[in-house]
């Protein structure tokens, strides 16, 4: 599972006395440049959790303190007070659901179709699909939102959510197309004799051995929606309507100087996304792996 | 619907055939949704921006034709070249640091480390916080007066600096906080070394080599199609900016953070100009296209591919 194990090398049986220094001090070397490198990733995060929790005359302080003195927790309750915060959670669930479906779902249908099933054309289909991956998002932003606005759309959920329920975007069908690929195809060749049709195919066999997979799509499709800025900004115009992300944006607007019930916000809102993280690791080490490695 | 293939019979050439008919109806069948989403969200938009762009349309009413005069206008427009200009720096400075940087992690990682996944986790992690945390988070950071930088200045000695309010450090600081996300291109470089074979590390071992003839023969010249993955993936992405300008600064200060997704953004959804945001988009279209086209050309020269593949 761990896909950066350790491989032996020759290398260790020829170790001579300089040679073994040498190595030695380059290990010193690298464990001291990754330990300066994770503590200027982690700082930031430090510094929003710290200024979370701390009063606000302590955070007009130069130079910065680093303990808070007092710990002001009722930040969060505070901030979660100012902000219809439970609103916005339920807006951003209302779209995230259904997109993590749409997306897992229609994105396993084409990538067994573009990985398993022979018809003509496929692999250009395939490819011009690809291409949409280095389509700017700018160049169909305009047209997109022209249309949505025409059907009556905007400020409604469906500009947001109905586009994942058409393969869910190109990125995904790669990815799973890559991991179908890499199951025998003994198994579905056997159900097809036996008079399965592909839906229960994918259904009864590949599903359950692509499990990591589809897990990982739904992971980045969910991240996606919970990040997303652009998309919610554009269509959502009604702050009753609002995601957590466009709400914090709002808040920031309105709060401006107010960096402790900012900061216990923004913390709010990153934290689902670290728990996440922490839960399902592998999935993401595995996701990005797949789509990077064959590119 | 259901495939009709008596379990019983053996297959003879005639079902066969009507096997392959039917596995060509599902798989159009099954392939139909992305194909769907493709004309609708794809195609069918970019041809639709090929005919906005010529037009001006105000959102209300209906668009009429007016041929290049959006492109006039545009090339007489001092924002115009200003976005591009804030767009290109930025660029330029944040894909080259970003993939240097995302390489080095990758390649401390990789010299069997203990606790990987400790770091792996750590250098990863910024890259997942929703951009409009991130957005915040930074420009309390860079606060002048209270911030973390300019303490962090202050502890070596020196001046604070203005950061993102400062015309001419704001795209610099934009930058600095751009290598904060690098986790995701570092993961894919992660896996692209690991998949280096080791005996090419042991030819270098048997010929004398050391460290470093084993980075410029092996390492890099095998990495480099995982290089140009990740570095037509960064230019697409910073040449479309548009988060950090929104929220952290709003363009300032004097322009000098004027992304050109902002520029688009403004023109389109504040002013309502959707024919000239649309030929403003194009105009990055096009851009984007001949960068893709000269990368792509220029890869076959320093791109190596392994085998077939």
Request: hydrophobic share 50%; charged share 10%; proline share 6%.
């Amino acid at each position: 599972m761990d896909i950066t194990q350790t491989k032996p090398t020759i290398q260790e049986a020829s170790g001579y006395g300089s040679q073994t220094v040498q190595r030695r001090i380059g290990r010193i070397i690298t464990y001291l440049l990754l330990a300066a490198g994770s503590f200027l990733m982690l700082i930031p995060l430090i510094w929003l959790l710290r200024s979370s929790v701390m009063g606000l005359r302590q955070i007009f302080i130069f130079p910065p303190q680093w303990i808070p003195d007092p710990l002001q927790i009722s930040n969060y309750p505070d901030a979660f007070n100012t902000v219809p915060f439970l609103r916005y959670f339920r807006n951003t669930m209302t779209i995230l659901i259904p997109v993590v479906l749409g997306t897992t779902i229609t994105a396993s249908l084409s990538a067994y179709s573009f990985s398993r099933l022979r018809w003509p054309g496929r692999d250009t289909v395939f490819a011009v699909l690809l291409s949409t991956l280095m389509l700017p998002y700018t160049v169909t932003l305009i047209p997109t939102f022209l249309l949505w606005a025409n059907l009556r759309m905007v400020n409604t959920y469906v500009p947001l959510i109905l586009p994942a329920w058409f393969g869910g975007g190109i990125f995904y069908i790669f990815l799973l197309r890559q991991f179908f690929r890499s199951i025998p195809t003994e198994l579905d060749e056997a159900a097809l004799m036996d008079g399965a049709n592909p839906l229960q195919i994918l259904w009864h066999i590949i599903a359950p051995l692509s499990r990591p997979a589809l897990i990982t799509v739904a992971i980045f499709s969910g991240l996606g929606v919970w990040n997303d800025f652009l998309g919610p900004l554009i269509y959502l115009n009604s702050s009753d309507n609002y995601t957590l992300a466009l709400g914090l944006s709002e808040f920031t607007g309105m709060y401006r100087s107010e960096w402790h019930l900012l900061m216990a916000a923004s913390a709010m809102v990153v934290t689902p996304v670290l728990i996440l993280f922490f839960v399902a690791q592998n999935y993401f080490v595995e996701g990005i792996t797949l789509t990077g490695i064959k590119g | 619907m259901a495939a009709t293939f008596p379990s019983s019979t053996a297959p003879k050439t005639g079902s066969m055939r009507a096997m392959r008919r039917n596995e060509a109806f599902w798989g159009i069948l099954l392939a139909l949704p992305a194909i769907l989403g493709f004309i609708l969200w794809q195609f069918g938009p970019m041809v639709a921006s090929l005919f906005i762009g010529f037009t001006d349309w105000r959102l209300i009413g209906s668009p009429s034709w007016i041929g290049l005069e959006n492109f006039e206008r545009i090339f007489n427009d001092r924002l115009f070249y200003q976005s591009l200009k804030v767009t290109t720096v930025y660029s330029l400075l944040s894909v080259p640091l970003g993939l240097l940087a995302a390489f080095f992690i990758a390649l401390l990682l990789n010299q069997k480390v203990r606790g990987l996944p400790v770091f792996r986790t750590i250098f990863y992690i910024p890259s997942i916080v929703p951009a409009v945390a991130s957005s915040i988070l930074w420009i309390w950071l860079f606060n002048p007066d209270f911030g973390l930088l300019n303490a962090m200045l202050r502890t070596i000695g020196l001046p604070k600096l203005q950061w993102i309010y400062g015309t001419d450090t704001v795209i610099p600081s934009l930058v600095l906080m751009s290598l904060w996300g690098i986790g995701g291109t570092m993961l894919i470089f992660l896996a692209g070394l690991q998949g280096v074979p080791n005996h090419l590390y042991e030819a270098v071992d048997i010929d004398g080599g050391n460290a470093f003839h084993k980075l410029i023969y092996v390492t890099i010249p095998m990495m480099t199609p995982t290089i140009f993955f990740n570095l037509i993936l960064s230019v697409i992405g910073t040449l479309q900016t548009f988060t950090q300008g929104y929220i952290m600064t709003n363009g300032g200060p004097n322009n000098a953070s004027l992304f050109y997704a902002l520029f688009i953004y403004r023109k389109a959804f504040q002013q309502t100009q959707m024919g000239y945001a649309s030929a403003l988009a194009l105009i990055l279209f096009v851009i984007i296209l001949i960068l893709s086209f000269f990368l792509l050309r220029s890869s076959s020269s320093w791109v190596y591919y392994q085998g077939d593949r």
